[in-house]
């Protein structure tokens, strides 16, 4: 966990990189790293926005339309001229909650990577989640006990209790400014009863969560990113105070950094005067926040009014800034999948023993094969390790196909630290560890058999679950094609370990892949 500054690797001399494709905005940092006797911090030195609006451009069939996906490639392209020659290990990118639900977003995320020249990832909203508090909490005063961190992002909201840089309670709903903007103001026609509906329908979705929030308590209440920051300044900038809406010329560029529940109401009644968001006269409305800020206005009202909030402070550090630190601590073996796996594995009750025999295992016959110039080794032996580590746990439902229950809860369970395709890896290789092969050979998508070979080799020559006996085993792969080489004595030994070599050559042969096994 981040729960002190790390001591880092980096040097103060180099450079990091974040890119958020937000539903709304796509936002890029750059900051320096900069090591003292505490610890290693971030100092900004380039940020570049662009507002895309990407949540506007999904059809009612969940499709980006072409219109969002250019306006997504062009602005991708512009940040990946000003990373261009980082070190890789020094950027991360990172995809929400339109590029969650799109069913073109596979696409969309290859072209992207393209444009950029880096790997994104989709995380999923309780990662985001972490991400944004771990944001947070680097940037805003510390306070003693819980702090609540609520963002408001173009399609989803995210709602996190945390203490110091650790997170505790995360939720991740279905209702950002942009989605309920289009939803309850879909051409910029604005009444009180759409407004309404609108704080009605946000309501309802924080009510679900808000007991367990209300139970845990906080000292602290944070409004993080674009549309918190964005209230606040129109609140400031209008001095809707709650002595009154009308506008005062003054203070056009000032900003207190808070969002009070007067002066929420007061900005709500301020809009309902007019008809159509064109026609809204407030100090600081951007052209490029109009279109989306009442749907953000009616979600907030809806978390002051469902939390109890009164005020809350705001801060422009969020998603990106946590992807930074996170990143940080990813190089220094703070990585919250490691976390995350030791959880699944108390939680499931893994034989560690077992997990630790078959990733040993499965890792060195990953070390005996060539390493091609794409493949970033140390990732993939990580990724290995957590399968072995993870590949048992759907015994705690069933012993009949436990795979299937192991790749399931991999597959959809929440897990901190990783990213949608990390758990679709992860869970192709939990579905792929034992048994037949033919549904993964179907899989366009899935390119990891190199690691699926190890795996599966390891787990039956560990199928004894002791370590007494075990052969020397040499592998090799050329092409697709493996070689399995061992003692023809030991083989003859162990005539259920052999057997079970032999029905692996036969499966792997059935879909295509050569597979011989060597006895000498």
Known sequence: MLDQPLDSVFTSSDLVAAVDLGSNSFRLLVAQTVSTSSGTQLRPIDT???????A???TDTKLLDEEAYQRGLSAIRRFGERIRGFDPSHVRAVATNTLRVA???QKFVLDAQEALGFPIEVIAGVEEARLIYIGAAHEVPAVQGNRLVVDIGGGSTEFIIGKGYEPKLMESLYIGCVSHSLRFFPRGNIDSHAFKEAELAARREIQVISGAYLKSGWKQVIGSSGTARALAELISQNEFNGNGDGLTMGRV???SGLITREGLKSLKKHLLKYEHISQVQLLGLKDDRRAVWPGGLAIMLAVFDELGIESMEVTDAALRVGVLYDLLGRSQHHDMRYVTVEQFMQRYAVDREQATRVGKLAADFLAQLPKPDVENRSDNIALLQWA???HEIGLSISHNGYHKHSAYIAGNADMPGFSKNDQARLAALLIGHTGKLGKLSHNASFNDWRMLFCLRLAQVLCRGRNDVDMPSVKVSEY???YLVSLSKEWAEEHPLTEFSLQKEAVEWERIGHSY???LK
């Open 103 to 105: 069913k073109n977003a």
């Open 388 to 390: 072995a580590n993870l």
């Open 479 to 481: 092409g697709g094609s």
């Open 516 to 518: 011989k096994l060597s």
């Open 48 to 54: 570049l926005r662009e507002s895309v609006r990407l």
């Open 253 to 255: 560029n000032g900003s």
């Open 56 to 58: 506007a451009g999904l």
